[in-house]
């Protein structure tokens, strides 16, 4: 083979980039579900959480990037179906623990009242001080949920929203750069020099 | 009619037949059509193009229905194969399902298979390391097994051969015990694996840490860029097939070389269901083959053939290829087909936090993944209690923190921003194992796959000399990370199966004595010599190394020596 072929297999790795499933995105808020049944307005409370997760700042939040629709996806594939049946479980403690608090739906509370809810939960399930607490590098579906219903759902909420928000492609392209082809090497790299998002 | 059969058996004679594309497949296709025969290259999955085939090669993350993890049913119906570190959505289409061709586990053993054209050799981790006489010469010294029939001067130019071909990277390091070749430019040492060499070569006799030697295009030369390849772009996506061809396969190299000489026929959808022999004629006379799609049973006939079905479908073929003048398999005379079989002890790693050197990180991605340190447990002399030893793997790396508390603007904002970690060291031991007559593989007496191929029952465990090699992987390890100053360090060990390190081999031995061995010094069936196996069905031992580039020096050796038979008349 000659140098022209290679530049052609070339041609076909950057065509390639355009010939690409478009995949889930953009698929608006309806998305069908396999494993799961969720009601619409399930739909609107894991939407709502996702928001309050990654609510809009100056950039986009869960919403403009219809994270709750992948959120779901993984929900509905990505999880055992214990889990799954656990998660749904939580999600009615959920629900039952804003009403009984708050005498409202979670869609209705302030800004405010939602992060009290959220974070609510995850600080009184905190590992203790001291406890082993893994680095939080991934945020894939753990293999085995060994928490109580409430604990997993927010769990799930959680890690697949943030999941779900560091792999868009708005995050991956606007605050982060993801290199497909880095085309380098640097062994010795001063911190100084490294990009900042 | 008569005619009709002539001009049939006419269309399916070759010179050549070649079972498998693989690593190792194609090499043996590659080297025999380059000397004008004409070969038929027989694999059992589908045919997988260069580039055309790689369909998730270019795509980003979120691009992924998951955006990278496998949906829960394909990894519950898949226990085996999840396993495999490789195994993800960008490349669980190269990967054969759990379902899809069982066999026994007679003992825990995870099958990890590729079956499509170039096999595992788009799914491979690509460390290429030489063997040395200390490996060669291992069972001799060392009294197990039988003794290799060649030494490392019998291999030497073929591994040069292959070197220059396939594109290996590495530094000179002039170490005996793992010789150096042909090399293309080294991806370098980060500053911590950097620290670790030098510490480890001012206070350790005979020991080293050097950059992990690849098949990786640093710096390609006219002889990868005939072949369609260009440099390797340090993506780390390699298991998706590299648009590049920037790491070898047998897809981006040796089949298309193979296919353009214009001698190849690749016919995929083929399952080798045994090798003929020809009782009258004294020799094999071809392969019978069994169409995938259409459960046909097709004869293909050839003066020589090359078993290259990957270590353990090779000794399944033959062992099925049973005749009146071998009713316990092809060449097994002796009985020992199948047996001592062996693997690469993976059961332990370790980590530790390095202090210092905060100023400096990493920038891009080094493919070759960092450091390798050789083998230095009873290199030169027996010291240890137990057998032979084991290479390390070693990387050190950094990587961002964020911070994971509570919900809302903040959260957002530390997933962006964060400080880097101390720097962080690892390695996994890569151990030899000592092939047995207890490990084995064996036809299933009753059960047989949809080709009507009996199952292949496994049967290989570890030993003691395993479990006292990964002791002593923890102690020196853990030694030599405390006298470098690393901090809290850990060490573990796993109970993975045998299997998952995917470095099966043996079963059809090379050997000098037929009476103990399969294979005689060129990898010929010592009795049925127009049937070579050069996968790694023919290791005598298994070394520590990464086997992959003995396969290729063996089989590319192998077959010259078979042109060289043809046109003596040797073979016929």
Known sequence: MDRRTVIKNLALVIGGATLLPSCIKGSGNYIPLKHINITADQEKLISDICETIIPKTDVPGARELNLHVFVLKMLDDCYKKKDQQAIMKGLGEFNALVQKRYNQSFGDLSVKDREAVLTGIENSHKPKAGGNKPPARSFRPQKDL??????????????????????????????????LVPGRYNAHFPVKNLKTA | MANLNTESVKQRTFDAIVIGSGMSGGWAAKELTDNGLKTLILERGRDVKHVKDYPTTNLYPWEFPHHGVLPMAVQEANPIVNRCYAFGEDSAHFFVKDAEHLYVQVKPFDWIRGYQVGGKSLLWARQTQRWSDFDYEGPAR?????????????????????????????????????????????????????YFSDFVKKNYK???????????????????????????????????????????????????????????????????ESVIYDDKAGKATGVRVIDTHTKEAIEYYAKVIFVNAAALNSNLVLLNSKSTRFPNGLGNDSGVLGKYFAFHNYSAHIGAEVEGYTEWTTDGRNPA????????????????????????????????????????????????????????????????????????????????????????NISVDYDDNDMKMQKDYVEQLTEMFTSAGFKNIKASTNHQAPGLDIHEMGGARMGKDPKTSILNEWNQVHSCKNVYVTDGACMTSTSCQNPSLTYMALTARAANHAVEELKKGNIT
């Open chain 1, 146 to 179: 060994h928490v109580p219903p409430l604990d997993a759902f927010y769990q799930a909420m959680k890690q697949q929203t943030i999941f779900a928000y560091t792999t868009s492609q708005f995050f991956m392209t606007k605050e982060i750069v993801y290199e």
């Open chain 2, 142 to 194: 060392d009294g197990f097994a039988v003794d290799w029939p060649i030494r490392y001067k019998d291999i030497d130019p073929w591994y040069s051969h292959v070197e220059k071909f396939a594109g290996i990277s590495g530094n000179r390091d002039g170490i005996p015990e793992l010789p150096d070749g042909e090399f293309l430019p080294a991806w370098p040492l980060n500053d911590v694996e950097s």
């Open chain 2, 206 to 272: 005979n020991r080293y840490v050097i950059s992990a030697r690849c098949a990786h295009l640093s710096k390609p030369n006219q002889i990868h860029l005939d072949q369609g390849r260009s440099q390797c772009q340090e993506r780390e996506l390699c298991q998706r097939g590299c648009p590049f061809g920037g790491y070898f396969s047998a897809n981006a190299s040796t089949i298309p070389w193979a296919l353009r000489s214009g001698h190849a026929t690749l016919r995929p959808f083929s399952v080798v």
């Open chain 2, 369 to 456: 993944g960092g450091g390798y340190i050789p083998r230095f447990r009873n290199v030169y002399k027996q010291e240890t209690d137990f057998l032979r030893g084991y290479a390390c793997g070693l990387s050190a790396y950094r990587y961002r923190q964020h911070k994971y508390d509570g919900v809302g603007a903040d959260l957002k904002e530390n997933l962006v921003k964060g400080d880097l970690s101390p720097w962080y060291i690892g390695s996994h031991m890569m151990g030899e194992t000592i092939p047995k007559e207890t490990n084995f593989v064996a036809l299933d007496s009753s059960k047989k796959d949809e080709w009507g191929v009996p199952l292949l």
